[in-house]
Protein backbone atom coordinates (compact mmCIF):
# COMPACT_ATOMS: atom_id res chain seq x y z
CA UNK A 1 0.00 0.00 0.00
CA UNK A 2 2.99 2.58 0.94
CA UNK A 3 4.44 2.00 -2.43
CA UNK A 4 1.10 2.51 -4.30
CA UNK A 5 0.96 6.11 -2.73
CA UNK A 6 4.42 6.61 -3.02
CA UNK A 7 4.17 5.82 -6.38
CA UNK A 8 1.22 8.10 -7.06
CA UNK A 9 3.12 10.71 -5.70
CA UNK A 10 6.13 10.57 -7.82
CA UNK A 11 3.79 10.28 -10.62
CA UNK A 12 1.73 13.35 -9.86
CA UNK A 13 4.91 15.14 -9.74
CA UNK A 14 6.51 13.86 -12.58
CA UNK A 15 3.12 15.19 -14.53
CA UNK A 16 3.00 18.66 -12.68
CA UNK A 17 6.72 19.43 -13.54
CA UNK A 18 6.33 18.79 -17.16
CA UNK A 19 3.08 20.31 -17.35
CA UNK A 20 5.19 23.16 -16.14
CA UNK A 21 7.78 22.95 -18.38
CA UNK A 22 5.31 22.76 -21.39
CA UNK A 23 3.82 25.96 -20.41
CA UNK A 24 6.49 28.10 -19.62
CA UNK A 25 8.10 27.07 -23.17
CA UNK A 26 4.45 27.56 -24.90
CA UNK A 27 3.51 30.39 -22.87
CA UNK A 28 4.35 34.46 -23.18
CA UNK A 29 4.36 36.46 -20.29
CA UNK A 30 1.17 37.95 -18.97
CA UNK A 31 2.22 41.27 -21.15
CA UNK A 32 2.23 39.38 -23.96
CA UNK A 33 -1.80 38.29 -23.24
CA UNK A 34 -4.52 40.61 -23.06
CA UNK A 35 -6.59 37.74 -21.21
CA UNK A 36 -4.02 37.24 -18.60
CA UNK A 37 -4.04 40.75 -17.68
CA UNK A 38 -6.95 42.11 -15.70
CA UNK A 39 -5.64 45.70 -15.88
CA UNK A 40 -7.92 45.58 -19.49
CA UNK A 41 -11.21 45.29 -17.76
CA UNK A 42 -12.86 48.57 -16.70
CA UNK A 43 -14.91 48.93 -13.34
CA UNK A 44 -17.93 46.87 -14.11
CA UNK A 45 -15.93 44.06 -15.59
CA UNK A 46 -16.38 44.25 -19.03
CA UNK A 47 -12.81 43.87 -20.88
CA UNK A 48 -11.99 46.76 -23.31
CA UNK A 49 -9.61 46.68 -26.13
CA UNK A 50 -6.00 45.75 -25.95
CA UNK A 51 -4.10 48.42 -28.19
CA UNK A 52 -0.68 48.46 -28.95
CA UNK A 53 1.76 50.91 -30.33
CA UNK A 54 1.95 49.33 -33.95
CA UNK A 55 1.05 52.35 -36.43
CA UNK A 56 -2.08 51.11 -38.16
CA UNK A 57 -2.03 50.44 -41.38
CA UNK A 58 -4.29 53.86 -42.61
CA UNK A 59 -0.65 55.15 -40.52
CA UNK A 60 1.34 54.03 -43.49
CA UNK A 61 2.23 56.51 -46.12
CA UNK A 62 1.02 55.03 -49.66
CA UNK A 63 4.50 55.86 -50.99
CA UNK A 64 5.92 52.35 -48.97
CA UNK A 65 3.70 50.24 -51.03
CA UNK A 66 4.08 51.71 -55.01
CA UNK A 67 5.93 49.14 -57.01
CA UNK A 68 8.80 49.72 -58.65
CA UNK A 69 8.40 50.62 -62.48
CA UNK A 70 10.20 47.51 -64.39
CA UNK A 71 10.01 44.45 -65.31
CA UNK A 72 9.90 40.81 -62.91
CA UNK A 73 9.87 37.59 -63.57
CA UNK A 74 8.69 35.03 -61.05
CA UNK A 75 8.19 31.24 -60.36
CA UNK A 76 4.98 29.34 -59.97
CA UNK A 77 4.77 25.47 -58.43
CA UNK A 78 1.94 23.28 -58.79
CA UNK A 79 0.91 21.66 -55.50
CA UNK A 80 1.88 18.86 -56.32
CA UNK A 81 5.75 20.22 -57.30
CA UNK A 82 5.08 18.09 -60.82
CA UNK A 83 4.64 21.21 -63.01
CA UNK A 84 6.11 25.04 -62.55
CA UNK A 85 5.76 28.26 -64.72
CA UNK A 86 7.61 31.59 -64.96
CA UNK A 87 5.59 34.83 -65.45
CA UNK A 88 6.82 37.57 -66.51
CA UNK A 89 5.20 41.32 -65.09
CA UNK A 90 5.60 44.52 -66.04
CA UNK A 91 5.22 47.63 -64.06
CA UNK A 92 5.06 51.76 -65.38
CA UNK A 93 4.05 54.07 -63.55
CA UNK A 94 3.63 51.86 -60.55
CA UNK A 95 0.75 50.09 -62.42
CA UNK A 96 0.68 46.40 -64.25
CA UNK A 97 1.03 46.77 -67.56
CA UNK A 98 1.82 43.70 -69.00
CA UNK A 99 1.89 40.00 -68.22
CA UNK A 100 2.81 36.98 -69.95
CA UNK A 101 3.58 33.33 -68.78
CA UNK A 102 7.08 32.53 -70.00
CA UNK A 103 7.87 29.35 -69.59
CA UNK A 104 5.87 26.37 -68.55
CA UNK A 105 7.21 23.01 -67.00
CA UNK A 106 5.44 19.48 -66.54
CA UNK A 107 2.26 21.56 -66.84
CA UNK A 108 0.30 23.23 -70.09
CA UNK A 109 -1.75 25.87 -68.68
CA UNK A 110 -4.90 26.40 -70.66
CA UNK A 111 -5.05 29.39 -72.68
CA UNK A 112 -8.37 30.80 -71.71
CA UNK A 113 -6.74 30.74 -68.18
CA UNK A 114 -4.32 32.68 -68.87
CA UNK A 115 -6.11 35.62 -70.93
CA UNK A 116 -8.88 35.84 -68.47
CA UNK A 117 -6.26 36.18 -65.83
CA UNK A 118 -4.16 38.47 -67.65
CA UNK A 119 -7.45 40.38 -68.79
CA UNK A 120 -8.44 40.99 -64.97
CA UNK A 121 -4.91 41.64 -64.10
CA UNK A 122 -4.59 44.28 -66.62
CA UNK A 123 -8.01 45.33 -66.17
CA UNK A 124 -6.88 46.26 -62.79
CA UNK A 125 -3.40 47.50 -62.69
CA UNK A 126 -2.56 46.49 -59.09
CA UNK A 127 -2.50 43.36 -57.36
CA UNK A 128 -4.63 44.81 -54.36
CA UNK A 129 -7.95 45.31 -56.72
CA UNK A 130 -7.57 41.91 -58.53
CA UNK A 131 -10.05 39.73 -58.03
CA UNK A 132 -9.63 35.70 -58.50
CA UNK A 133 -13.32 34.92 -58.87
CA UNK A 134 -13.26 37.19 -62.07
CA UNK A 135 -11.03 35.13 -63.59
CA UNK A 136 -12.20 31.91 -65.62
CA UNK A 137 -10.31 28.47 -65.73
CA UNK A 138 -9.31 25.24 -63.21
CA UNK A 139 -8.60 26.47 -59.83
CA UNK A 140 -4.85 24.97 -60.23
CA UNK A 141 -4.11 26.80 -62.97
CA UNK A 142 -4.99 29.75 -61.49
CA UNK A 143 -3.78 29.20 -58.11
CA UNK A 144 -0.14 28.88 -59.93
CA UNK A 145 -0.51 31.60 -61.84
CA UNK A 146 -1.39 33.79 -58.53
CA UNK A 147 1.60 32.17 -56.49
CA UNK A 148 3.84 33.12 -59.50
CA UNK A 149 2.42 36.85 -59.84
CA UNK A 150 2.14 37.39 -56.29
CA UNK A 151 5.95 36.92 -56.07
CA UNK A 152 6.88 39.36 -59.36
CA UNK A 153 4.62 41.65 -57.63
CA UNK A 154 6.11 41.72 -54.55
CA UNK A 155 9.28 41.73 -56.62
CA UNK A 156 7.99 45.05 -57.88
CA UNK A 157 6.86 46.83 -54.18
CA UNK A 158 10.50 45.87 -52.95
CA UNK A 159 11.99 47.26 -55.67
Do not use: H
Not at 151 to 159: I, K, R, S, T
Amino acid sequence: MKMNTKFKKLLFIGVLAVSMVTLAACGGGAEDSPWEDDANENEIGIEEPVTNNEPSQAEYSEEEMVPTDGTYTAMGMTQDEQGQIEVELTVVDAQINDFKVIAQDGIELDESTVESFRAELLNNKAIEYFSVDEVSGEPQEIDVLMQATLEAYLQALLG
